[in-house]
Structures are given as structure tokens and as C-alpha cells.
């Protein structure tokens, strides 16, 4: 079977989601109120950095998403009991018996998911060891971790690549150390935090990543012991202490699929209040959502998105790393942007191959050429990458219905979108890989008014 049929099975199941897929009838606005629970991208980490503890965390705002079920189990085959508390979304996670895993068990529940990589320094500094299977997550490009490993040499790991994964020792210990990233990378940023919090002496961190997420990580840090100074310039300190205690923390809402649902509200024509999202994570997507034609009313406990009324425009951006235009905010505005009149070119310089799911808009209609060497323009904010594709989107090209599989997590949610404004009936298959990361979007569908059916 297809890996990312397999993968979409395992990911739906997780949460309940049986069927495999959803046909939409397109031509409804979706309209109403929806919440956005804690960010994936932050409630995994502090889920890891729980292990670092001497005393039980207590999560709140942890979203029912299958990528939560995958780490939890993770956890719990390294003794890290995970229980539900009282309040809804409230993780309890007690590391007080945290012991080594068979690599079977750990290959088992890694699932697609590419948090195992940061259990290392957690693991080396509870066990002295620690094994990584093969990675997972979406096919968006290589993702590489050679970042994450050549910080956990330095912080003194030794590290072996064997057929089945990565094994790790560091018998005596992790110590502080200075790195500097060639990338400010998300992954290897937080990999540096959870390995320097406990290692003996002082981390020096360059090119960090600066992402609310990892801000999130830091303040979860801090609660339990930790001593981390963020320094202009992407550079943070990390003094090195003897123990940390568990934390009890609410996560930072979910500003990737804040973003999703604004799109699918700008694209249907419709008035999406998403209860939770917060402006201060949002300001540049906002910028760009305006330049759009997209309105929004901030508002104490949420922001409306909704379409005026007036034609959509045509824009140029590019995707960075924080405060930039995030990556995983340009597959569904791409939906929107094929209902903008004009040309608009958005350069993805954070992945070499996430444009693949434009494929299956053309499909549908969409008029959309990917450069794969990118391209040259003016108004550049940031120099250019090897690696960065551009994607042309000339608009507005009616959708009509077609038959489409979910390659990815963001490209999956954009498919929805897609097939929301078709005309007629669309079948989107492998949905369960949406499950990933979008909380309950089924029930969501259907609280916006969306006219589908699961088979
Ligand atoms: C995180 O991935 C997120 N995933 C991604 O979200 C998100 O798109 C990405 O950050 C960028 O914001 C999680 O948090 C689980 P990176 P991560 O390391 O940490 C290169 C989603 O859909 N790189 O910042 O894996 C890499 O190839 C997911 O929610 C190296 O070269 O991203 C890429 O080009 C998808 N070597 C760039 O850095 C390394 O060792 C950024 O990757 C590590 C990364």
C-alpha cells in the first residue's frame, strides 16, 4: 500500500475518523464560529519537554489531533505515564519512571511524524541513550537533520547510524556548547533547547529559529527551572542547572490553522469567526490577507475573517522564517489567490518541494506554473536560496470538481478549500492526513455549513 495511504489510515484512526474520504459539493460560503485548540507545532514540544522534569507537567489547551496521539504514545513506551485531566484538553504527563524503549515500540508509534528526532537530548540526559527510527512527516521536501545531530556532537553525543535509525549515547553526560545554525530552523532550534537545559554549562545558540512556538517552549522551559536569555539577532543563552521540575502551562493557540480557516472563509465568500486566533502570531498574515481584499475584525477573543464583496487582487510574497510569511500558510491562500484577479507569485524559500498539491488545483481549473528554479523579483526582502520555488497564480480561474488525494498535512487542508468553491461534486481522498494536525475539522465542516458526505 502507498505510504501516504497507510499514513492517512493510521493518522484518521488515531482520532476516530474512519472514513478515508469526503466528498464536497462546492458553491457554499462557509460561515460561523469555530475554535482553534493549542498549536500542533508547540503542544508536541512541551508533550517532549515534559521528560526533562523530575515532577508530572500539566498541558492545557492539548487539541484531540492525531500528531498529539503519536507523541503521546511515543511517551508512554518510554514509562511517561499520559493521562487526560479534568478540564477538556488538560494532558497530565508524569516522567518520574522514564526508561529505555524496545526500538520496535518506538518504529510503532513514531508514526509520520518527525518529533521522535527530538527526544534525543531529553533521553541522553534522563537515560544516557536514546534511539531515533527512520523519520517521518510530510514529503515537502528532503528535511535533512543533519543540524539537529551535528548539535547533539557537539553538546558531546555520540551518534551511530544504523539500518534501522540513529542511536545515541552520552554516558557522561551533555555539555554546554556554541553552535551556530546554518538555517534557522525550527527543529534544530528546539533540539538545542531541550539538550542545553540540562547539560553542564552554557549554550550559546546563533541563527536561531524565533517562532511564537518556540517563544511558547521557552516560557515552558523557564516554568520548569530552565535559565534561557533570547537575544537580539537570533541568539539565545542557555545556562546549563542540575534539575527542572514539571510545569503546568496553556499552550499558544494554533496560528497555522488560524490561517487555513481564514483562507477557506476568504475563498468560499464567507465570514469565518475563529474563536482563539490571535493577532500578535498573525501580523504578517494579515498584512497579506488585506493586500488580498480579505477583511477581518479582531476581537477579544477570536478574529473574524470574511470576504467584502469586492474582487479579490493579485499579490507577490514570499515565504520565510518568523516574523515572516510562514510556510504552512501558503497552500490555502493559494485556493484563494486563484480567485484573485490577476497574477500573483508567492516564493516558497523554507521547503524545496511544497507546491506539489498545485498539481491537483490544476486539475480543477486553477491556472498555476511552478518555477522550479524560482524566480527574480524586485521587492525581495531576503536574499535568494538554492532551493526556492516560485508558483505563477493567474486569476480568477473557475474550480470545477475533480477527484484528488491528500498528499500533505497544509496541501490536504487546501484541497478542501478547493473543493468547497468547485463546481459540482469533488472527491478528496487520504483525508486522514488533514487529522494530523486540524482538530476536529469534520465537525468543523459541518458547524460552517459545508455540504459533504464521508465515504
Ligand atoms: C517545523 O518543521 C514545523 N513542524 C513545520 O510544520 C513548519 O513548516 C516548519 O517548522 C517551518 O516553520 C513541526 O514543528 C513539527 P525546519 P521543522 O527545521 O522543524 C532545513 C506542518 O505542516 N533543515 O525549520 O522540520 C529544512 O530542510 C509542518 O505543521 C536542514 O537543512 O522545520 C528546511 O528547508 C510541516 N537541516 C528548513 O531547514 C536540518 O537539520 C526549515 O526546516 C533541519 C532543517
Redo the contacts with the bound molecule.
Sequence with gaps: MDSVVKDSRKAGERVGLKSESIIIKGGKPLSGTIEVRGA??LV??AMVASILGDSPSTLQNVPDIS?VKVVAGLLNVHGVTTTEGENSGELILDPRNVERAHHADIDAHSGS???PILFCGPLLHRLGEAFIPDLG??K???????????ALRSFGAEVDKLPSGISLSAPDGLRGTKITL?????????QVLLSATLAKGVTELRNA?I?P?IMDLILILQKMGAIITVEPNRVIFIEGVDSLNGFNHKAIPDR?EAASWASAALATGGDIFVRGALQADLVTFLNVYRKVGGAFDVKEDGIRFYHPGKPLKAVTFETD??PGF???WQQPLIVALTQAEGTSVVHET???NRFGFTDALNKMGADITIHEEGLDAADRRVARRP?EQAAVINGPTPLHAADVSVP???GGFSYLIAAMIAEGESRVNNVGIIA??YEHFIEKLEQLGADFKLV
Excluded: Q, W
Design positions: 500542533k507545532n508536541t514540544k500528531d511524524s518527525r518529533i512527516g510530510c515537502i521536501g528532503d528535511r535533512p537533520i543533519d543540524f539537529h545531530l551535528d546554518g538555517y534557522p530552523s525550527v527543529g534544530a532550534t528546539e529559529a517562532e512556538e497555522n522564517v518568523h510562514m510556510t504552512d523554507v521547503y524545496e532551493l500533505d498535512l497544509r494530523r494536525g
